[in-house]
T-cell receptor, first 115, second 109 residues
Framework: GAGVSQSPRYKVAKRGQDVALRCDPISGHVSLFWYQQALGQGPEFLTYFQNEAQLDKSGLPSDRFFAERPEGSVSTLKIQRTQQEDSAVYLC?????????????FGPGTRLTVT | QKEVEQDPGPLSVPEGAIVSLNCTYSNSAFQYFMWYRQYSRKGPELLMYTYSSGNKEDGRFTAQVDKSSKYISLFIRDSQPSDSATYLCAAPRLGKLIFGQGTTLQVKP
């Protein structure tokens, strides 16, 4: 069975451009998480979906960040008017249930560089 | 103050050494803890998790939690070059994971 996949793996954007990052979770996984990992830091929570419902977006750093999961499977994280401080690796994780954090499976991440 | 703190290292040891990786946490509500391993340019992968206090062993890895001092440890016995990676401690809060900064480990042949 395939794991969590993310695309693109690398993205270079000029400051001010909009970007869209895609996550394909493990089939059948109900929960989906987005994390942001700055260089030399641990991942930090951005947002959480249970099926198509976005239940927690407390970690989104600004209103330029928007995430969706319209059919409860694939998710897209969109960043509008990118800034240099948005440069980071964006990790997606999925889990079968939400109850236990140890069931989160991570994708390889999308490395975003804003120039 | 971050809820989970970890010395970033880097930590360099010779092959075969015993490695000790540590984290501290501030939130008494955390009920269990995880260790993730992250290779360069890869996503984190779960190594071990432990509930409450005590030890858990899995092969060459032992995870230890001391709730009285809010201290989490991961021990690696007979370390191998393939263990070279960043090790992240984490605790779940409302389903989301709260990570430490990560400790970079290099095991030299």
């Amino acid at each position: 069975g395939a794991g969590v996949s993310q695309s693109p793996r690398y993205k270079v954007a000029k400051r001010g451009q909009d970007v869209a990052l895609r996550c394909d979770p493990i089939s059948g996984h109900v929960s989906l998480f987005w994390y942001q990992q700055a260089l030399g830091q641990g991942p930090e929570f951005l947002t959480y979906f249970q099926n198509e419902a976005q239940l927690d977006k407390s970690g989104l750093p600004s209103d330029r960040f928007f995430a969706e999961r319209p059919e409860g499977s694939v998710s897209t994280l969109k960043i509008q008017r990118t800034q240099q401080e948005d440069s980071a690796v964006y990790l997606c994780a999925s889990s079968l249930v939400r109850l236990r954090g140890d069931e989160q499976y991570f994708g390889p991440g999308t490395r975003l560089t804003v120039t | 103050q971050k809820e989970v703190e970890q010395d970033p290292g880097p930590l360099s040891v010779p092959e075969g050494a015993i490695v000790s990786l540590n984290c501290t946490y501030s939130n008494s509500a955390f009920q269990y803890f995880m260790w993730y391993r992250q290779y360069s340019r890869k996503g984190p992968e779960l190594l071990m998790y432990t509930y409450s206090s005590g030890n858990k062993e899995d092969g060459r890895f032992t995870a230890q939690v001391d709730k009285s001092s809010k201290y989490i440890s991961l021990f690696i016995r007979d370390s191998q070059p393939s263990d070279s990676a960043t090790y992240l401690c984490a605790a779940p809060r409302l389903g989301k994971l709260i990570f430490g900064q990560g400790t970079t480990l290099q095991v030299k042949p």
